[in-house]
């Protein structure tokens, strides 16, 4: 692939996908713009500015570099669609004509949030105005070793903990997830459609349990708890009411099936397979192996 004139807008660039995709385009030929809030000027490096979506006055100077394509990973806001929705208006005016979402497999098109901001940009570009694609990925393989509560309980407790019962998902790479990205940022042919990001094995959280117990060679146990149970856990770890309730809401709908669900896509997409989990738990492994 070759190298690409204008460089590409990462917002959330140095986030668990979003930090994937920079790499992954700078090992390619291309200029990243990494934006997040945590660039601040004190600790800047090459090719970053500050970004943060509440603060309409930092969206202006990832522009002076004047990108093409915007990859949009949105504020931890159930209200978030909204300033992204005048964000892409406010990037197209600056001449960005290239979008690409990160949503999650479980918000459809006009749907809460994530989903309105897709509706958006589908609409958009039904009436040609500009390039597009939504990134759904299912849950990230990556939660288990960079999630504080996932790594403390699996390393202190050998436990791991959710509402999900015997439900199965198809954990996916975060790597796996940003190669897709970074198609959808550069295909010369436009997306203009959704990905339903997926990795390669159903396994319920009982399964992951069996994988770690194999991988760190001691018993990890999956605990099953009620969704009020998970509520409650995620707000003893500093969570708020509204995004506990909605993550035990979310385990609910994994163990009546809702992630219960394959596909090609990452293959189709990259040319490469996508990542078992097994594989990225032994890459992993010494975070949870006690000091």
Do not use: C
Not at 13 to 28: F, N, P
Not at 106 to 125: N, Q
Not at 189 to 213: C, F, K
Not at 232 to 241: A, N, T
């Amino acid at each position: 692939m070759s190298s690409s004139s204008a460089p590409i807008l990462i917002l959330g660039g140095t986030g668990t996908v979003g930090s994937r995709i920079a790499s992954q385009l700078s090992s390619q030929g291309f200029t990243p713009i990494i934006a997040s809030r945590s660039n601040g000027s004190s600790d800047r490096q090459p090719n970053s500015v500050k970004f943060d979506w509440l603060d309409s006055t930092t969206w202006s100077e990832p522009f002076s570099r004047a990108p093409k394509s915007v990859y949009l990973i949105g504020p931890p806001s159930l209200e978030g669609d909204k300033p992204m929705i005048e964000f892409i208006d406010y990037a197209r005016s600056r001449g960005a004509t290239r979008f690409v979402l990160q949503s999650a497999s479980s918000i459809e098109a006009g749907g809460p949030t994530m989903g309105k901001v897709h509706a958006y940009l589908r609409e958009l570009g039904q009436r040609g105005e500009v390039e597009w694609a939504v990134l759904r990925p299912t849950w990230f393989q990556n939660n288990f070793s960079e999630h504080g509560h996932h790594v403390r309980s699996i390393r202190d407790e050998s436990k791991i903990y959710s509402a999900t019962g015997d439900g199965k998902i198809p954990w996916v790479s975060a790597d796996d997830i940003a190669a897709v990205a970074v198609r959808a940022l550069t295909s010369e042919d436009p997306p203009n459609t959704e990905y339903l990001v997926l990795g390669p094995e159903l396994l319920s959280y009982g399964e992951i349990a069996e994988i770690l117990s194999e991988v760190l060679g001691r018993k990890i146990v999956h605990v099953d708890m009620s969704a009020t149970e998970l509520q409650q856990r995620h707000r003893d770890f500093g969570m708020p009411e509204e995004w506990a309730r909605m993550l035990s809401a979310m385990d609910t709908s994994i163990k009546f099936g809702a992630e219960n669900r394959t596909n090609d896509v990452v293959f189709s997409v990259t040319g490469a397979a996508p990542r078992r989990f097994k594989d990225y738990a032994q890459s992993v492994r010494d975070v949870w192996v006690k000091p």
